[in-house]
């Protein structure tokens, strides 16, 4: 009956993974509602990830809500940043997207398409890099572009998957309790093949 009840044992640390990542995306979806707490909480989000899902560490809520206030403030203003520029492209893919029916029309739309697969990258290179480095957000801003240039192929997917990942939630109600957790792990099998390199350059230019 001991082992049954020992928080260590394979069942309870199982259901408290699967609490650990519903209760993580639910929290990332009310954190983001008052819009521009999407930084933050994005941030929040990958760095909890990483630490708990990849690295093994406990308390997943408690080191969310301390990444979320850490990163608050860049967060923010990144997100007052990125906001303008998303609604901008978003508005475009809207035009195109009406002048689909010709010829003409339908080039232009592929190739806008093709075109905003580099800002949609960068943004999502953007907030784990918030996430996982201590730098100002202007650098944050340069080593996001340099990442999304270098890494192209690893980008565009997750642009991509980015984007196939906010169209079922905005489409349907309940992948909000699974898919931003999901988003953020499929991310990370990306972003921490390539984050070693660049966190030790930070160490080495420290000492």
Known sequence: ??????????????????????????FWAVMCLPVITIGPATAALYY????????GEKAAFTIYFRAFKEN???GA?????????????AFGYAVMRANWGSDLGAVLFVAYDIAIIIPIGIVC????????FEMSLKDAFK????????HL???VIVALLTIECFSEMINRWWPVFFTPVLWMLLCSLFFERIFPRYMQDEKEETQ
């Open 143 to 150: 080593i996001s572009l340099t990442l999304c240039i270098s």
């Open 153 to 155: 192929p690893s980008s």
């Open 48 to 55: 909890t990830v990483v630490k708990c899902f990849r690295e």
């Open 77 to 89: 203003l990144a997100t007052f940043i990125v906001l303008p520029v998303a609604a901008l492209l």
């Open 1 to 26: 009956m001991h082992q049954v009840f020992d928080p260590d044992n394979l069942l309870w640390s199982g259901l408290s993974r699967i609490v650990d990542f519903i209760g993580l995306s639910i």
């Open 125 to 132: 290179w953007l907030f784990p890099v918030i996430g996982r």
């Open 72 to 74: 608050f403030k860049k």
